[in-house]
């Protein structure tokens, strides 16, 4: 079931058209990335969907109820972590994390388990202005989980974050999906940053989606030849087998894997040959071997 639904959604600031028609959803328990250069309206389409702007037009829903209307339902069941958060300096993290807490309704036992999520235990104690860059970013993130939210909505969370702070925190978001059950959807302007960590994504462009979905279904539509990694026993045999078929375009043997390239359209034959031949070869593990974000942002922009 569909978390997020946006249909046609349209916004201007003034004579700035921010958002022009965009429509798209994501599935729960999905790490979704929303994708797009500075200005392309990414924190507008987030703002709108926490509720604290008003779209001119279009269909919005979270978990089922339009955010605008029934706020209160929506705000209860997802954490957000804005684009600048503003935090008070002079107040202990342990403090100001049991205030956001309560007005959530929730008591202290919320705050460690949030801070122990984020690795903020040991700086509770901390002044918030003694926090580095890195550190603010966690605190930021365990606001967001106050209340164990069923959605994280987080506006560009390793903006401004030196390259070792950065891979912490995508490190971080991660886990939370992993550990929490968790649907994300998590905005970038960087186009390959979170390779690793998401697996459907949102791309934007001038304030329309050019298109979305999973990357393993964006990978089989945008390209003619998609590869599976097989990890088996015999690799060399399997490989010289596989490279037999018409739909095989290329074999590539490692240790104890195989990476086979196969004509988008016919990925069904080589999931039949595999499982037809399994106990021959001692297949393992097949996983498919995705097109890189950055390639697969510029075929769905050329597409439109
Ligand atoms: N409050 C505002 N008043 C006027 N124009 C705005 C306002 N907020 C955003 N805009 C404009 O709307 C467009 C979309 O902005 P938005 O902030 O949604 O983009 P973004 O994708 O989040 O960009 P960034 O990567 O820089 O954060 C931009 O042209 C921006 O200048
Ligand atoms: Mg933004």
């Not at 022009?20 to 979704?32: E, I, N, Q, Y």
């Not at 968790?182 to 998401?198: A, G, K, Q, R, Y």
């Not at 018409?246 to 590539?252: H, L, R, W």
Request: with cysteine; charged share 30%.
């Amino acid at each position: 079931m569909a978390v997020i639904e946006v249909r046609d959604l349209y916004k201007s600031y003034g004579k700035t058209v921010a958002l022009r028609g965009a429509s798209f959803s994501v599935p729960s328990k999905t790490v979704a990335a929303l994708l797009g250069p500075n200005g392309s309206g990414k924190t507008t389409t987030l703002k709108i969907l926490v509720g604290v702007l008003k779209r001119d037009r279009g269909d919005v829903k979270v978990f089922g109820f339009d955010p605008w209307i029934n706020g209160v339902e929506v705000r209860e069941r997802l954490g957000i972590l804005h684009e600048k958060p503003i935090f008070p300096g002079d107040v202990k993290v342990k403090v100001l994390l049991k205030y956001l807490a309560k007005l959530k309704g929730y008591s202290g036992s919320e705050v460690e388990r949030v801070a122990r999520i984020t690795g903020l235990v040991k700086y509770l104690d901390s002044r918030v202005k003694s926090l580095s860059r890195g550190y603010l970013q966690r605190l930021g993130l365990a606001q967001a989980l106050i209340g164990d939210p069923e959605l994280l909505l987080l506006d560009e969370p390793t903006a401004n974050l030196d390259p070792l702070a950065r891979r912490e925190i995508l490190r971080l978001i991660k886990s939370f999906q992993k550990e929490l059950g968790v649907t994300i959807l998590v905005s970038s302007h960087i186009i390959p940053e979170l390779e690793e960590i998401c697996e459907y994504a949102v791309f934007i462009k001038e304030g329309i989606i050019v298109d979305y979905g999973r990357l393993e279904d964006l990978s089989k539509k945008y390209f003619t030849e998609v590869s599976y990694r097989v990890v088996v026993e015999k690799p060399r045999e399997l490989a010289s087998k596989a490279i037999s078929f018409d739909f095989v375009k290329g074999v590539e043997v490692e240790e104890n894997s195989v990476e086979i390239k196969v004509k988008a359209g016919r990925v069904s034959e080589l999931a039949d040959f595999l499982e037809s031949s399994k106990d021959t070869y001692g297949v393992r593990k097949v996983e498919f071997v995705r097109a890189e974000l950055g390639d697969l942002y510029e075929r769905a922009v050329a597409g439109t």
